[in-house]
């Protein structure tokens, strides 16, 4: 599967819509994230169950922002509009893999209750 370009407009309904969303903070000045392209174009490839996103940091400025995107590039992983990991660097691709495999594994109606439970002020069950 291609990756798709986010920016302020489509970024809330694409994680509104979908189920898992990865998304590589980047600047065409960089040479990190060069180096990195090929290997999230083909983690989005082996995973087409899994949208994979680009945000140009240069063009998306207030987007980067808002997360406070420092470095790049920044990976970021969404799974039912929750952030479930953020780190800057290249990542490289075995790496990325079990990014992606800990992402899918998780119990997400258990995460969904911690964050629940946070804000309620109790704890889980």
Not at 48 to 75: W, Y
Request: charged share 20%.
């Amino acid at each position: 599967m291609a990756t798709i370009e986010l920016n302020k407009d489509n970024f809330e309904k694409t994680i509104s819509d979908n189920p898992m969303v990865i998304i590589d903070f980047w600047a065409p000045w960089c040479g990190p994230c060069k180096g990195f392209a090929p290997v999230y174009e083909k983690a989005a490839d082996v995973h087409p169950d899994v949208v994979f996103a680009k945000v140009n940091t240069d063009e998306q400025q207030e987007l980067a922002g808002s997360f406070g995107i420092r470095s790049i590039p920044t990976l970021m992983v969404f799974r039912e509009k929750v952030i479930l990991f953020q780190q800057a660097g290249a990542l490289p691709g075995n790496a990325l893999e079990q990014v992606i495999t800990q992402a899918k594994a998780l119990d997400m109606t258990r995460v969904h209750q911690e964050i629940a439970s946070k804000s309620n002020g109790t704890n889980p069950a």
